[in-house]
């Protein structure tokens, strides 16, 4: 036990003492072991953590703007209403973590993983999630306003209420999700797979539709 203090010590202690260096380059934490850490509230904008061990850390309220944060491992790490606008999580391992309410917005999650991650409330507007693997997540009340989701897993996704404005999700894995009172205005579902997926009053006005025809009523 005292082992883990002591290490979660000297990590703090270096990440403070990198975040005050004005270079982006003194801001290398890529390939840290940083599992089980309580980073919460720590401003981390602009770091290099890239293959970082982030399992199980607490990263809640943080703040990683800017921050790389791609092949890092995120399972059952906590980043409840963490800011990471405009990072990058290409191919990271998010599954199982709480991402409720954390604003995504315009950050790079392709082919990243978030099965079963807690997405609810979350802000991912503009967000690349090309190829993501969203299934069996929760991304209730969810912004997803003009976010590329081609190609992502959403299968068996929790999604009522999540908007869907303007969102790309051309051949995306819808089957068995739920989207009920949904909003897919604009929404481009081309060649997607919708089998046994829920469309309760959702709003589907100029949806482009699996078959490529544009629904016209304003719910299913």
């Not at 801001?27 to 290099?48: A, E, P, R, V, Y």
């Not at 963490?82 to 990072?87: I, P, T, V």
């Not at 912004?143 to 303007?166: Q, W």
Request: glycine letters at 6%; charged letters at 20%; aromatic letters at 6%.
């Amino acid at each position: 036990m005292s082992n883990q203090i002591n290490k979660q010590e000297s990590l703090l202690r270096k990440i403070f003492n990198q975040a005050t260096e004005k270079s982006v380059q003194q801001k290398n934490l890529s390939g840290c072991d940083l599992s089980g850490i309580d980073l919460s509230g720590i401003d981390l904008s602009g770091f290099n953590l890239v293959g970082a061990n982030l399992s199980k850390a607490n990263l809640s309220c943080s703040i990683l703007k800017g921050a790389n944060l791609s092949n890092a491992n995120l399972v059952k790490s906590n980043l409840k209403e963490a800011y990471l606008h405009e990072a990058c999580l290409c191919e990271t391992n998010l599954t199982d973590a709480d991402l409720v309410r954390a604003n995504l917005c315009g950050a790079f999650l392709w082919r990243a993983k978030l099965k079963r991650a807690n997405c609810w409330g979350a802000s991912l507007c503009g967000a690349d999630l090309r190829k993501t693997d969203f299934s069996d997540s929760q991304l209730v009340e969810a912004s997803l306003i003009e976010a590329n989701l081609i190609k992502a897993n959403l299968s068996n996704t929790k999604l009522c209420g999540a908007n869907f404005v303007e969102a790309n999700l051309n051949q995306a894995n819808l089957t068995g999700a739920n989207l009920t009172w949904a909003n897919l205005f604009q929404a481009n579902l081309f060649e997607a797979n919708i089998s046994g997926a829920n469309f309760s009053n959702a709003k589907l006005t100029e949806t482009i539709m699996p078959d490529g025809v544009i629904h016209q009523a304003k719910y299913m």
